[in-house]
Structure formats: structure tokens, C-alpha cells
């Protein structure tokens, strides 16, 4: 546009409007004010309480299956912290039935799994492979809903913990629910303060996914309130 004289103004708006948004994202903390209220929306979960706990189920999306497969160990990503709680809850609950639900959301490589790295990073925490139930042919959390009900069948009345990234705790609450599967939310993975004072970075790379990961998160919302995957557009406790 630049080259071109009828176009030159043009692109050089464009080209001031998309500095001054690498600016902004880079020195305010623009990620994290989209990225509060999907956080703050379940609170944390401890203490649990003296309810018994019946079962305990881990979203997948916590592991690097190409770079387990190619280097031989477990790999884990942003947000590990899944994995970290997942393994704590089920030591701490020996009775409770524990389901791990994820196979790949990749379009092409479909042959490699999420199960073969979580269950070598549930290994090396100390929790046997016999101890969970693994889905692994989901791709997305709607999938991850229904798989995993079929497999795991809970009984009305029953008190399973959701394990996810508090990010993602909105979606994935409102699907449980939309399949008749009533979960306690367990959120980990936080990437905001609870106090609403979002905090600037000064850093592009680090603010950059987490505004991401946010704006994802309210498209997924609202196509799979479209969809009626969803019991409600903004799922709420």
C-alpha cells in the first residue's frame, strides 16, 4: 500500500494501528483484563470440603505429544498445572475413581496421543498407570464431555472434580452440564491476579498468549452456545 500513491495514506494508518497495538499488548495489561472474568468466574477450589469425593477428572491439553514422542519424555506446556493437581487430588482421595480425557486436536497427526505423555508425567509423580482411566480418542472438550461420561458412567449424586485450566473452567463447566454430567469445579492454571489488578509484563511474548488464549476462550463461548453445546453463554457457579 505504501508504493501505491492512492493507497499510501491508508497503509500507514494501518501500519501506526498495528504498532500501537503491539504497544498496548505489550505494555498494558490488555491480555489479562480479557482474561479475568473467565478466571474469576468458578473460584478456587480448596478446601473441598468434608464431602466425600467419588471421582476426579483431568481435561487434556497439558502435554507436547510430538516432543514426547521424538525426545522420549514427558513434555508439558503452559499449563502443567493440570497434571500438578490431577496427581495431588488422587493421592489425596485413594477411593476416588480418577479419568484422564484426551486423545489430539490436531488435524493432521492424529496417530499421536496425549495419553502417552500423561501417563509417563503421572508416573514419574508416583501414581500407577492402572490407577487412572485414560480416554484418548476425543478432539475438542465437547468430545472430551461425552467420551469420558460413557467411559466413566457416574451415578446421580455423585461428587466428581473437573480439572482445568480456570481460563477454560467456564466452557468446560457448561458442557459437563449440557451432557447431564454435574462436576465440581477444580480450576488450576492461573494466569491473572485474583485481585482484578492485572499487571503489566513489558513483555510481548508473555502477553501475547495469554490475550490469545482469552479471546479463544470467548469465541469457543459463544460458537458453542450457538451450537447448543452449552447449558448457557457465559456459565456461571
Known amino acids: 500500500m505504501l508504493r501505491r500513491p492512492r493507497w ?14 503491539f504497544l498496548a499488548v505489550t505494555f498494558a495489561p490488555v491480555g489479562a483484563f480479557v482474561a479475568l472474568p473467565l478466571e ?6 480448596e478446601p473441598l470440603g468434608p464431602e466425600p ?5 483431568m481435561l487434556g491439553g497439558a502435554v507436547n505429544p510430538p516432543l514426547t514422542a521424538d525426545r522420549g519424555d514427558p513434555s508439558l506446556n503452559d499449563a502443567a498445572e493440570r497434571v500438578l493437581a490431577f496427581a495431588d487430588l488422587v493421592r489425596r482421595f485413594p477411593a476416588a475413581r480418577a ?3 484426551g486423545g489430539s486436536g490436531r488435524l493432521l497427526g492424529q496417530d499421536t496421543k496425549e495419553d502417552a505423555s500423561i501417563r509417563a508425567a503421572l508416573l514419574q509423580a508416583g501414581i500407577p498407570e492402572d490407577r487412572v482411566l485414560y480416554e484418548t480418542e476425543s478432539r475438542n472438550t465437547w468430545e472430551n464431555a461425552v467420551f469420558s461420561r ?7 449424586g455423585e461428587r466428581w472434580l473437573l480439572v482445568t485450566s480456570a481460563m477454560h473452567m467456564p466452557r468446560s463447566v457448561g458442557i459437563f452440564r449440557r451432557v447431564g454430567w454435574a462436576v465440581v469445579p477444580y480450576p488450576v492454571d492461573y494466569r491473572t491476579r485474583h485481585d482484578a489488578r492485572p499487571y503489566a509484563r513489558f513483555e510481548l511474548d508473555r ?3 495469554i490475550l490469545g488464549d482469552a479471546v479463544r476462550e470467548w469465541i469457543g463461548l459463544v460458537s458453542y452456545r450457538l451450537m447448543d453445546r452449552t447449558d448457557a453463554l457465559f456459565p456461571a457457579p
Not at 499510501?8 to 501506526?16: D, H, K, N, Q
Not at 474469576?40 to 477450589?45: D, H, Q, S
Open 150 to 156: 460413557d467411559l466413566a458412567a457416574p451415578k446421580p
Open 53 to 57: 469425593v467419588d471421582g476426579i477428572i
Open 99 to 101: 479419568v484422564f480425557t
Open 207 to 209: 502477553n501475547l498468549p
Open 40 to 45: 474469576n468466574r468458578f473460584p478456587y477450589a
Open 8 to 21: 499510501r495514506r491508508f497503509g500507514e494508518r494501518l501500519i501506526a494501528l498495528v504498532a500501537l497495538a
